[in-house]
């Protein structure tokens, strides 16, 4: 796969923060947003779920202590107006379980999306085949009932997990589809689907492509205070911090268990309360 880009939030689903920060909804026309702060935005930038983990996440990141998230085997969409269906053949030899996730990235009705999993078959070394289905995942929950040969149907969205350690798999084969009617999809769904398969346990926040390729590459890790201080005004507002600002904000992501080290915790602190300042708000 070749690197990935960036995107335009309009092509993401929209989350409780974009949705408190002013993101319209898709069926309006909207010329003209809202200025004035309101209760709910408050709520998020103060203590929303969204925020803290991303913020956390970033810190981590910064100070060196974010591990790498798991890659899947498999990645693939089926989506537009013309249903494409996908083929797969994916090496599995070293894998003691599959994770099966099927996640909507934006269907026009994703409630009404059938995504199905199409003649699944684990084949050993010697090529013995064994049809997946013949299989009970650990949480059957993801499954619907209208499952019937060699389609497995899930819901939308959706996620199976099969162990397989010790039964000396090589391939899994099979294909993505939707039990939809073609004469729906149009306009009318416009289906936004993505397949994955993983062989470990998949980080549900960010799953990733079989190639861990990023827009940018990562800055090397701010792995003292004062770095990651100067990382974060440098950063955010484009400039070093003042004499004052460096001693409160060195002081205040000091590791006491670790001296001259920034506490992961305290460093999303420190994030979030320079992303509140007006300064801030005012460059971005």
């Not at 929303?48 to 990141?61: H, K, P, S, V, Y």
């Not at 059938?114 to 995942?137: C, E, K, M, R, Y």
């Not at 391939?171 to 999809?185: F, H, K, Q, S, Y």
Request: net charge neutral; hydrophobic share 40%.
């Amino acid at each position: 796969m070749t690197s990935g880009v960036y995107a335009r939030e309009f092509r993401a689903p929209s989350t409780l923060l974009t949705r408190a920060l002013g993101r319209p909804i898709r069926d309006q026309v909207t010329s003209v947003r809202a200025e004035d702060a309101t209760t709910l935005q408050a709520l998020e930038l103060v203590n929303g779920e969204i925020l803290t983990n991303r913020l956390m996440r970033g810190a981590r990141r910064m100070i060196g202590e974010l591990p790498p998230d798991p890659t899947s085997l498999f990645n693939a969409p089926i989506a537009g107006r013309t249903v494409q269906t996908r083929q797969m053949d994916v090496d599995i030899s070293r894998a003691s379980k599959l994770y099966l996730l099927v996640s909507d990235t934006g269907s026009n009705a994703p409630e009404r999306m059938l995504p199905v999993w199409t003649n699944l078959q684990l084949v050993t070394a010697d090529g013995t085949i064994l049809p997946l289905a013949s299989l009970t995942p650990g949480d059957a929950s993801g499954r619907r009932s209208t499952a019937a040969g060699d389609r497995l149907a899930v819901k939308n969205d959706s996620r199976l997990v099969y162990d397989i350690a010790g039964k000396g798999f090589a391939r899994l084969r099979g294909g993505i589809d939707v039990d939809n009617d073609r004469a729906e999809i149009g306009s009318t769904l416009n289906p936004a689907l993505r397949f994955f398969i993983f062989d470990t346990e998949p980080n549900m926040d960010r799953l990733l492509p079989p190639s861990p390729d990023v827009p940018l590459p990562a800055a090397p890790a701010a792995t003292t205070v004062r770095a990651t201080v100067d990382r974060i005004f440098w950063s955010a507002l484009g400039r070093a911090p003042s004499a004052a600002e460096r001693k409160i904000a060195e002081a205040a992501i000091a590791d006491p268990a670790r001296p001259g080290k920034p506490s992961a915790e305290a460093v999303a602190d420190l994030l979030w309360a320079v992303l509140m300042k007006p300064e801030f708000q005012l460059i971005y």
